[in-house]
Structure formats: structure tokens, C-alpha cells
């Protein structure tokens, strides 16, 4: 079965550094995508970022970037220059695929990561 | 930019009590998600509803729960007889088929 594994129930960063939050998945699946959302306090799911498991470059979305490595089945999210703004909890997420044209499909979530940054 | 919506934003109701969790998906949109996160927890999928019926359900998503789309906007879920164990965030998401899903506010539900 599939399955996300975020292992930092918390982290800290130092405002205007580098973070990254760890998220190891497991799927026999050849197609699959993956997703990290951030959760502020206020409760909404914000999307980030996505990688899908045919692309070849790590994708980025402005300070986020996802350093994907399938082999290890592994997709962390990198934030660069952090920002006080970025205190959230954060999800990583795998879509499996439901049809043959990988449409649809329900998000399996981790754990989530609690990142707090420090002035 | 889309939004999808939902209301109340928050409801408080008796155990035992049925209440309704409404949702607007973003028009174009045909893939229809709620999910649920208990507080301090990780998200959880319940329903998936597509074409008009559910395409898939969690075993979370038992005889208490139902889903519609009344009227081709709104998309509800139906808890039926709420337990205490059903307080939770509640939220409604929506995608095109592929990219992106996009989440609700959520409905913060407490059973007291």
C-alpha cells in the first residue's frame, strides 16, 4: 500500500536560512505524484509545490524546490531564505493514480513537519 | 484566482445530531474530495466523487457518511448521527483531473 513518511514531527530555522523538510514514500505505482502543502495556523491547506514521478528536473516554485530522488523514493522540500511567514506545519502528499490516464486519484498523506523560524 | 469554498467555518453540534458541510468546487472542475484532520493529526481522505457518484471511499466514509452534489455547484457531506470521535477539520478539495488539487478553508466541526 502506499505510503508518505515525514520523519521531523518539528524543526527550526534561523530567518534568511535554508531548510529542508525530509518526505520518503513508498509505492509499487510507476506513475504517481507528489505534493507538499503548507498549513499555517489558521487551518487551510495552501499548495506549494508538485513532482511528478516521469519528470526529470526537480521542480521549483519560487524559495520552494524539491530535491526528488526516486531511486530512494524520497521528496524533500527545500526552502531557501526563510521567512518568518513560513512558520507553518507542513504535509507531503503522493496522488495515486485511479484511471489509466492518471486523472483523479485521492491524496495520501505523512505526518506532517511543524516548522517554526527563529528571528 | 479559483476558490473552492466552504461554510460554516465552524459549527459546534449535540452528539447524536446530523449535520451538513457544504462546499462550492471551482466551476470547471470534475474530480470532488472531502477529507478530514483530526486535531494535531494527519489528513485523512474519506470520499472521492466523480460523474455524479462516488469513485472511492475510505473506511472511515461508513453508513454515517453521505455525499452529494444537489445541484451541479454545491458538494455535501451528510454526517448523519455525529459521535464525539467526528470532531475534526473538515475539508473540501477539488481538481480538474490532473493538476492541481485545490483545498477548501475548511469546516472546523465539534461534537459536544
Known amino acids: 500500500a502506499q505510503k508518505i513518511t515525514q520523519t521531523q514531527p518539528g524543526m527550526f530555522v534561523q530567518e534568511k536560512e535554508a531548510v529542508t523538510l525530509d518526505c520518503t514514500y513508498d509505492?509499487?505505482?510507476?506513475?504517481?505524484?507528489l505534493f507538499w502543502y503548507k498549513q499555517p495556523s489558521s487551518g487551510e491547506m495552501i499548495f506549494l509545490i508538485y513532482?511528478?514521478?516521469?519528470?526529470?528536473q526537480n521542480a521549483t516554485e519560487g524559495r520552494y524546490s524539491l530535491n526528488f530522488q526516486k531511486a530512494r523514493k524520497s521528496a524533500n522540500l527545500v526552502i531557501s531564505a526563510s521567512q518568518l511567514g513560513d512558520s507553518a506545519m507542513y504535509f507531503c502528499?503522493?496522488?495515486?493514480?485511479?484511471?489509466?490516464?492518471?486523472?483523479?486519484?485521492?491524496?495520501?498523506f505523512g505526518q506532517g513537519t511543524e516548522l517554526s523560524v527563529k528571528p | 484566482e479559483p476558490e473552492v469554498t466552504q461554510t460554516p467555518s465552524h459549527q459546534v453540534t449535540q452528539m447524536g445530531q446530523e449535520v451538513i458541510l457544504r462546499c462550492v468546487p471551482i466551476?470547471?472542475?470534475?474530480?470532488f474530495y472531502w477529507y478530514r484532520q483530526i486535531l494535531g493529526q494527519k489528513v485523512e481522505f474519506l470520499v472521492s466523487?466523480?460523474?455524479?457518484?462516488?469513485?472511492?471511499k475510505s473506511e472511515i466514509f461508513d453508513d454515517q457518511f453521505s455525499v452529494e452534489r444537489p445541484d451541479g455547484s454545491n458538494f455535501t457531506l451528510k454526517i448523519r448521527s455525529t459521535k464525539l470521535e467526528d470532531s475534526a477539520m473538515y475539508f473540501c478539495?477539488?481538481?480538474?483531473?490532473?493538476?492541481?488539487?485545490?483545498f477548501g478553508s475548511g469546516t472546523r466541526l465539534t461534537v459536544v
Open positions: 478539495a477539488s481538481s480538474p483531473g490532473y493538476l492541481p488539487y485545490t
Open positions: 509505492t509499487s505505482d510507476q506513475s504517481y505524484g
Open positions: 513532482q511528478g514521478s516521469y519528470d526529470e
Open positions: 502528499a503522493m496522488r495515486e493514480a485511479s484511471s489509466a490516464y492518471n486523472q483523479g486519484g485521492k491524496l495520501i
Open positions: 466551476s470547471n472542475h470534475l474530480y
Open positions: 466523487f466523480y460523474n455524479n457518484e462516488i469513485s472511492e
